[in-house]
């Protein structure tokens, strides 16, 4: 976004088809070194499960700066990313450690600068899934009904209210999600590296169609998906850039049919973050070793 006289206006990359080249079965370590690079616009969604921690530890390990994260509902990872001076902008629906409180982290970021300044940008959730929809299709924003009540029209420049030009209707538009990276945890990959999500999908198909580059890490590869439930999703292959083997790579989140919620570890979670020097010694012990 840049201020023209005092205006907000929403800086629009123009659209072209995106080409990610061949997709590559590659180690966490080499897929995270080619696809996210320092500066980028990065999402690491899933919604309650499928969490992609094992590929945001590695994205800390590499040590990126100056990131734009982006996700609809950033929990733990996202408060280890920004308490780790990755980020330097948040975009986001919610921010939590769910069941439990704050985000200790992102609030000394936000509130005092540490380890450095986070600028952040809120939205609805509806209005996060709509923006992701319009990248995918190569829209500059999408139209919806939304915000009618709401005060983030008062802190958030880029929602705007347009009229329809068919029906008078007044429209809300906000600008379109397209990410540098995207990054996925999901079920399964086959050998030809199509992927399979099952469970609470959320905005994963979305997201990973919006972006530029995309990397899905996997419980395990399989020679065919089998039976799967009715709301699978499959990513085909010529959408990614990247499919990772790693198995527990949504932990402490879950992944539907693998392994349950660490529910322990987001209570500890609160005690271990609320400081900061307890946070770094965690986080060289079990994160950066």
């Not at 530890?57 to 308490?83: A, K």
């Amino acid at each position: 976004m840049v201020l023209t006289g005092g205006r907000a206006v929403c800086e629009y990359r123009p659209y072209r088809r995106y080409s990610r080249g061949s997709m590559e079965f590659l180690s966490l370590q080499n897929a995270i070194s080619k696809n996210v690079m320092d500066g980028d616009q990065v999402a690491l969604e899933g919604f309650t499960h499928l969490i992609p921690f094992a590929a945001g530890h590695e994205i800390i390990r590499q040590g990126r700066r100056d990131l734009t994260l982006i996700r609809m509902t950033p929990d733990l990872l996202y408060d280890q990313m920004i308490g780790m001076g990755l980020a330097r902008k948040l975009v986001f629906s919610w921010g939590g450690n769910p069941g439990v409180g704050s985000l200790h982290r992102f609030r000394d970021a936000v509130e005092r600068g540490w380890p450095q300044p986070l600028e952040i940008v809120e939205h609805s959730h509806a209005a996060m899934a709509n923006a992701y929809d319009a990248g995918a299709a190569g829209l500059p924003c999408p139209f919806f009904r939304g915000y009618r009540g709401s005060d983030l029209p008062s802190v958030n420049p880029d929602i705007r209210f347009v009229q329809c030009p068919f029906s008078g209707e007044e429209l809300t538009c906000i600008p379109s999600l397209r990410p540098d990276v995207t990054i996925v945890h999901a079920q399964k990959a086959d050998r030809a590296g199509n992927v399979l999500i099952e469970g609470i999908i959320g905005v994963q198909k979305e997201a990973v169609l919006a972006a530029r580059r995309a990397v899905v890490t996997v419980e395990e590869i399989v020679d065919d998906f089998g039976p799967r439930s009715s709301n699978a999703v499959i990513l085909p292959e010529w959408t990614l850039s990247a499919v990772v083997l790693a198995p527990n790579g949504a932990h402490p989140s879950y992944a539907h049919g693998y392994y349950a919620r660490d529910n322990a570890f987001y209570i500890a979670w609160d005690d271990i973050a609320r400081e900061r020097e307890k946070f770094q010694e965690w986080m060289r012990e079990n994160v950066l070793r």
